[in-house]
């Protein structure tokens, strides 16, 4: 069967196959390995957790030694590995390949299979493939029920679409360029997000200590020692699992912090009725239940209703976003994790637990420093968040136009 693709490079003009990945590779099996796992083992292991949901491949700092067994399980430079079980039930990892850029570096342990592509076909060119629509098939043929598994007698049997070989060698280079900028641009986006970790330590008191470690010019004062509710208000929301509408007043809760954008919407009369207190521009949303301690500041004075998995934090005393940002310090999120009912599922923090929390603050001119200060830092990390995953779509959308 001959077909061609929506988008591709120029010069090449000749139609596609479609081969069974049987006939254009070779494949051997891995097998349990487990006991001859050491600390001072010459391979990386590759098994389930091996496997990312971008591809890589994630050191779990598992190794083996080198012996009779494990010798025949290296996996040789061009080579691919096919994880073919998932712990889930939703398919998230399996399927999922990996590229070997160097020999006699990894082998791999049970459920893992090492595909060796034949001279037709390039192995950038299957590491892409295999891991977008190929994937789809792959999750069609799975067996099982809580955890999932997939034979590699099927998978082989499932078709490929098969350019020639300068073609695939074109597009396989191409993807590894986007691959290899995502990557930078995420490791920009992760330095961020360090750089907001270390701030956190250092620009708030450590327990026991009146000043941080670094202070931005002018200020020198002690901070306060305070319990939350000593200078908040706190609320929950709504005990009920709402009447949903297609309008009206929109509904937040846990799954919503992180945009305070929801798709769900309860009647005016609904929220009139139950939401006394409602989120103002200015308050704080914070999670309580499931997750503990991740918080949103409120900048709208539209009307929102709020579930009983977060709480609203107001105050009069204490700058919106200072406050917004203190509850990720590393000391308050500390108290909250103390006064959590670990034991519950989920998990969950009481109001007035969140309210006896140890809460610190310095006078108003530095806290709004401090706020300031994290709020255009948060702007940084969402506009490369945002970069990201433009790129992500991008990708996503030349893997369908260049692909039959």
Known sequence: MTRKPSYRFAGYTEPWEEKKLGEVSTHR???????????????????????????????????AISNEVTDKKIVKENELTMVLNDKTSNGTIIGRTLLIKSSNEFVVNQRTEIISPKEILDSQYAYVLLNGNFREQVKKIVQGGTQIYVNYSSVEQLKLPLPSLPEQTAIGSFFQDIDQLISLQQRKL???????????????????????VLRFAGFEDEWKEVKLE?????YDGTHQTPIYTT???MFLSVENIRTLNSDKYISKDAFDKNFKISPKSGDVLMTRIGDIGTSNLVETDIDLAYYVSLALIRSSVIESKFLNVSISSDYFQKELWKRTLHIAFPKKINKNEIGQSKFYYPPFPEQEAIGSFF????????????????????????????FI
């Not at 487990?34 to 098994?47: D, L, Q, T």
């Not at 709020?375 to 260049?402: F, G, H, P, Y």
């Open 29 to 63: 099996s891995g097998t349990s390995i487990e006991k001859y796992f050491a600390e001072n083992g010459v391979y990386k292991v590759i098994s389930i957790g091996s496997y990312g949901l971008d591809g890589e491949y994630i050191d779990q700092g598992i190794r």
């Open 190 to 212: 992760e330095v961020l997000n360090e750089q907001k970790k270390t701030y956190l330590k250092l620009l708030f008191p450590a327990k026991g200590q009146k000043r941080p």
């Open 230 to 234: 000593e200078v908040c208000e706190i």
């Open 247 to 249: 309008e009206g007043v």
């Open 375 to 402: 709020q255009d830092l948060d702007k940084a990390i969402a506009k490369q968040e945002e970069k990201v995953n433009q790129l992500k779509e991008s990708k996503q959308t030349l893997l369908r136009k260049m």
